[in-house]
């Protein structure tokens, strides 16, 4: 069952030339462990089982890499992105960091700290390889995103879970999601 939904998010990415576009993109980079992720793959399944498209306000590139400190990788892949396509709104963060915003310990990789991620839905990371071959990285699996399902993570705050279901309007802009607690 999980490869037929790996194969199923393969072929939406497929279908879909403008994400298809930034997969070739960020593929570009020579950023450790890196990975589109969040609602660049999140929002594209909302989307079909919606039967619509949504625009994506920006678009998340994660990587990891314990020796950039001071984010001087994530700035120069971020110059590099908006030269290639400047009309993407590009988040470039380095996940080896963010347990320090978060209070965490410290992450072991992108796939360890999407696993801290708010929403177990979001927590879905694609890239291609130089041979245009998929990879993909899901800590809680694609059945719940593939089921229209929002999911607290229990590793996650729960007021920012709700914040985040709020702000975003995803009830709203998808109203077939189911949230799960």
Not at 50 to 62: A, E, G, P, Q
Not at 87 to 116: C, G, P, T
Not at 124 to 144: C, H, Q, R, T, W
Request: charge should be neutral; proline fraction near 4%; aromatic fraction near 10%.
């Amino acid at each position: 069952m999980i490869e037929a939904y790996q194969n199923r998010l393969q072929a939406l990415l497929e279908d879909d030339p403008h994400r298809m576009k930034t997969l070739r993109a960020v593929s570009t980079l020579s950023l450790p462990d890196c990975w589109l992720a969040a609602g660049f793959v999140r929002n594209l399944i909302w989307d079909y089982l919606h039967h619509k498209k949504t625009h994506l306000n920006d678009v998340d590139v994660i990587y990891y890499c314990q020796h950039d400190t001071q984010g001087q990788l994530a700035i120069r892949a971020t110059h590099e992105l908006q030269a290639l396509l400047p009309e993407v709104n590009w988040q470039v963060k380095n996940q080896a960091l963010m347990h320090i915003k978060r209070q965490h310990s410290q992450y072991l990789s992108s796939a360890d700290a999407m696993s801290f991620w708010p929403e177990q839905e979001t927590a879905v990371g694609v890239k291609l390889d130089e041979n245009d071959k998929f990879s993909i990285v899901a800590p809680f699996g694609l059945s719940s995103l593939f089921k229209g399902c929002i999911t607290f993570n229990q590793k996650a705050d729960e007021p920012t879970f709700w914040q985040r279901v709020e702000r975003k309007c995803w009830l709203t802009t998808w109203p077939k999601l189911v949230i799960k607690k």
